[in-house]
């Protein structure tokens, strides 16, 4: 099982399960689709239990929540034509207001890649402690830019889903999960196929 690293996916296809050779002499007689079938069938349910896997360890690398890692990083089943499973993920320099931003005194404390701390100078509410109001920015969180105080610039985290997903924690859990529940899900597909040649 490999990742596939230039477009923010990780993926693994049924060329990757190795003894392919022995699997074809028990499966001649076998009707190819029902064959091709059963691989697809194989990798989503591997594929399921490594997306789980892979969005908690996620999780944990970059402090983000997973309902927030749900609708970035979508699935893509595999089919007796594609027989290719994918997690594929999108977005950009993630908002430091999702990793539960807090307003100090000092500046905003927030927690991207699961560390906490503090950003200088930053702010999501006006006026002065303790009587704070909302600015109306949808709890984003902002820094002045220049010595006026007037220009503003939204913060970023520095977390990328697409570069996270494919590198340590999450990277590894990916591996983990496919390459030990994949040969599993393929021989019980192919016994079910073949009777006593997977048992």
Known sequence: ??????????????????????????????????????????LNRAGSQGVTQTRRAMARQTGLPQKLLKRAMKPIRASATTLEFLIRAKGGDISLKYFQARETQR????????????????????GR?????DLRMN???????????????KQRSGVIIPSEMVRDESGKAWRQTVGKVLPVRMQHELKRLTGRAFS
Not at 12 to 20: A, I, K
């Open 1 to 42: 099982m490999g990742e596939r690293t230039g477009m923010g996916e990780l993926g693994m296809r049924w060329s990757d399960v190795s003894g392919l050779k022995i699997m074809d002499q028990a499966m001649r007689d076998l009707d190819p689709l029902k064959v091709r079938r059963a691989g697809a069938m194989a």
């Open 107 to 126: 500046g905003v404390s927030a927690k991207p890649f699961n560390h906490r701390r503090v950003f200088a100078g930053s702010f999501i509410k006006g």
């Open 129 to 133: 402690f303790p009587g704070r109001v």
């Open 139 to 153: 709890g984003h969180v902002f820094k002045r830019t220049d010595a006026d105080r007037m220009s503003i610039k």
